[in-house]
């Protein structure tokens, strides 16, 4: 787990039925999870400061290709600046023959080289990219503590990526997306489930959301069928029936006949750079591109919208035809 948290969710996603999940029409076609309450830890979170939430003990412990950042990274990270202290420590010593030769110049260039050592290593990943004799001896200092079983010291390679990745509100309010211009409730349009509801006068053209997107394989089809045995698995309640159908995220995701393409929004409170060069790239670039971090949608008010009104988007005749 990653020890950089600063936020919780309270109890996660809860069962919130809003249409009748026997006759209505529209049940099983959303999700009836909603109503997640996320709460701040105030106290750690400074204006400008990354979100960093834990996804849990057995989140992706391996996944081919990528590189996760773990606890043990950081821990590493100190000890490798505790032992280079530790180094130039025995080189200050009155003692040692090269006494005086250890220069700052000369610990710069050491670390600079250190840092970018072309190979690649979690460990190294996550050492601070800048040569501070500071961050050194606090690294000593958390090592002496952590030998000790105590722990008063901010762990160095953790402080510094924390305050690395804090923008400044001027920055934000430059470019940042404001994603409180909608809250959500139960929708206005029968069996529809929640809908999306303006918190305050949006004027036409104004970027009312906005979502960063994930490309799912090829119409999703290969991920998202749900097959079901029939067997009850431990709980009484399953159903007894094998069945075979989409998963409801289908329902989520934007696609278009003509392409495999199949493009699901997610979260949008991150803070994901939109790239409109993009909108120059033919479409086997979006789909063979590896790096697919930010692609997104602008969701934009088509004319005046009054606060609390309900908001809607066109979702195409392909969807209006298969429902
Ligand atoms: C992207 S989700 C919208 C959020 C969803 N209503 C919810 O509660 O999670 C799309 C789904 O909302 C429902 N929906 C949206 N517009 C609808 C409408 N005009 N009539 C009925 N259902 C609608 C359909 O079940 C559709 O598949």
Redesign the pocket.
Known sequence: MLDLTNIKSVHGSKFDE?VDRIDS??AG????Y?SARTIVRVDQVLPGQELFASYGEEWIPWIPGVAVTQEANFDAADELMHEFEEWIEEHENPDCPTRGELTEELLQAMWKFMVEFPQSSRKLSVIPKEWSRERMKKATLIETQRYLGQSEVESPSREYWTNKGRVSLDFLRENGKCQDHIR?NV?S????????FATRDLPKGTVVGYSPLVHVAVRGEEIYTINYDGRDHGNENNAKKPFSRPDLIL??SFGHRNSTILLTPYGGYELVAHKPEWLEQDIDFLRDTNNKIGLSFDYVALRDIKQGEEV?MD?GDE?LSA?
Do not use: D, I, L
């Open positions: 809003v029409p529209g076609a959303f999700t009836p909603h959500p929708s349009v029968p069996h529809a489930g929640r809908g999306a329902n989520y809607f979702y969807w429902a």
